[in-house]
Nanobody, 124 residues
């Protein structure tokens, strides 16, 4: 399984970005897809997760109500729509996948496959 994240960039506080993660290879092993982020000097943090059908979702407390995860299965793509961004959201964002975890798996150890990360910068 290969994951390719994109869509990062620079935005001002209050702005929006949409991240994409394209899955290739053994897509049947992507039962759960997730987004994590890591800011400089901080541990990797769970952002959101989604099940295969796209119906069930889970969000980290820091992003609830501002971020939306979605999944386009025919395109093998997962999205993270990020609204009302603040400098505290600035980080490298990683997409991840696993075939055994659930949407309630919020530890990076629960995900077997990882993308390369895309940088989000938010200016005040």
């Amino acid at each position: 399984v290969q994951l390719q994240a994109s869509g990062g960039g620079s935005v001002q506080t209050g702005g929006s970005l949409r991240l994409s993660c394209v899955v290739s290879g053994r897509t049947e092993r992507t039962t759960v897809m997730g987004w994590f982020r890591q800011a400089p000097g901080k541990e990797r943090e769970f952002v959101a997760s989604i099940n295969r059908s796209g119906v069930r979702k889970n969000y980290g407390d820091a992003v609830k109500g501002r971020f939306t995860i979605s999944r386009d299965s025919p395109k093998n793509t997962v999205y993270l729509q990020m609204n009302s961004l603040t400098p505290e959201d600035e980080a490298i964002y990683y997409c991840a996948a696993d075939y055994r975890s659930s949407i309630y798996s919020t530890s990076q150890q629960d995900y077997h496959y990882w993308g390369q990360g895309t940088l989000v910068t938010v200016s005040a």
